[in-house]
């Protein structure tokens, strides 16, 4: 009869390397699990409920850039080249693209309405919304509301405070968190550089 094998000690010296590596292997592959959960988080999801973050500290001297990215629907604001904000933006809806390029703030006001869209009202109440050229007859036009309006072209498009779905929603206009917009009105100025890129999104769901 043939002897059963026993384990002995130089057996299991010969084993021990193949479970390390087993072992090493799947903490590997945990540790890749954990990565991909912590990278699906998108920025947007990222800010919260405020839908943006400020840390004006982070530089305290130096000029001011703005990058406006409409494919991510976010806006960055730098000082001295040292990132110092994000915020969330709702941007030109399909058939009111925000134009994409290089801009200068051409003017700031903190309380501003707009005089191409707004509500048409008869006898002080609305009944309807639209372009100020199509006013109806025996109706008055009153200019949307633009807080913290940053003008960037004198044809109608500027940052604002303005409601931010998850989705592009203006008229052309960055809209922009109602926290984040006097932050940002606060450190840029007349001439301070907006550089605009990326295309709106078809799919809402994407964003």
Same mark, same amino acid.
């Given at each position: ?20 590596? &087993? ?28 839908? /943006? *973050?400020? *840390? ?13 990215? +409409?494919?991510?629907?976010? +806006? /960055?604001? /730098?000082?001295? !080249?040292?990132?110092? !904000? ?8 399909? !058939?009111? *693209? ?9 003017? @700031? ?10 509500? /048409?009202?008869?006898?002080? #109440? ?6 100020? @050229? ?23 498009? &500027? ?9 592009? &929603? ?5 809209? +922009?968190? @109602?926290?984040?917009?006097?932050? +940002? ?17 078809? #799919?809402?769901?994407?964003?």
């Amino acid at each position: 009869m043939t002897p059963t094998a026993k384990s002995s000690p130089a057996n299991d010296a010969r084993l021990f390397p193949i479970w390390v590596l &087993a072992m090493a292997a799947l903490a590997f592959l945990a540790g890749c699990t954990t990565v991909k959960q912590t990278t699906s988080v998108t920025q947007r999801e990222a800010l919260g409920s405020t839908g /943006y *973050d400020w *840390d004006a500290s982070a530089a305290p001297a130096g000029p001011v850039t703005v990058d406006v990215d +409409l494919t991510e629907q976010m +806006l /960055y604001a /730098y000082r001295d !080249g040292v990132e110092i !904000g994000r915020a969330k933006i709702s941007s030109g809806k399909p !058939g009111h *693209d925000t134009p994409t390029g290089t801009f200068t703030i051409l003017e @700031k006001k903190r309380s501003h309405r707009s005089s191409s869209w707004g509500s /048409y009202l008869r006898n002080g #109440q609305v009944i309807g919304d639209g372009h100020a @050229k199509n006013t109806p007859a025996g109706t008055t036009y009153r200019g949307a509301s633009m807080p913290y309006m940053m003008r960037l072209t004198w044809s109608g498009v &500027a940052m604002h405070i303005g409601y931010v779905p998850d989705r592009p &929603a203006s008229h052309g206009c960055i809209r +922009l968190p @109602k926290g984040f917009a006097p932050k +940002l009105f606060s450190v840029v100025k007349i001439g301070t550089k907006v550089r605009i890129f990326g295309a709106r999104r078809a #799919q809402v769901a994407s964003l």
